[in-house]
Nanobody, 123 residues
Framework: QVQLVESGGGLVQAGGSLRLSCAASGLTFSMNSMGWFRQAPGKEREIVAAISTSGLNTYYKYSVKGRFTISRDNAKNTVFLQMNSLESEDTAVYYC????????????????WGQGTQVTVSS
């Protein structure tokens, strides 16, 4: 069965960095686009970044452009989110998701979701 397991979350000070990882199993990883989403308390879940099957196409939420980088290693069935210059507004539970469709930014295209990892940025 499909399983997505996030890791790398934690507590950091504003301006610091974290690297999230998502290990996938039970699916043909190279045939799935992958996305990172987040949900802050009292807010709806939103897309943060996404990456195509090949890794050549990416999508970023405007507020994280230049600070976050999504990447993938198809040989290791793993997708990463490098987060630099973290801000208090980045505090949320971050989720990894897999997408067999063509749209990177549409949440409805994502079929499988991880359990989430907490990222807390203190100011």
């Amino acid at each position: 069965q499909v399983q997505l397991v996030e890791s790398g979350g934690g507590l950091v000070q504003a301006g610091g960095s974290l690297r999230l990882s998502c290990a996938a199993s039970g699916l043909t990883f190279s045939m799935n686009s992958m996305g990172w989403f987040r949900q802050a308390p009292g807010k709806e879940r939103e897309i943060v970044a996404a990456i195509s099957t090949s890794g050549l196409n990416t999508y970023y939420k405007y507020s994280v452009k230049g600070r976050f980088t999504i990447s993938r290693d198809n040989a290791k069935n793993t997708v990463f989110l490098q987060m630099n210059s973290l801000e208090s507004e980045d505090t949320a539970v971050y989720y990894c998701a897999a997408n067999r469709g063509s749209s990177l930014s549409d949440q409805r295209s994502y079929d499988y979701w991880g359990q989430g990892t907490q990222v807390t940025v203190s100011s």
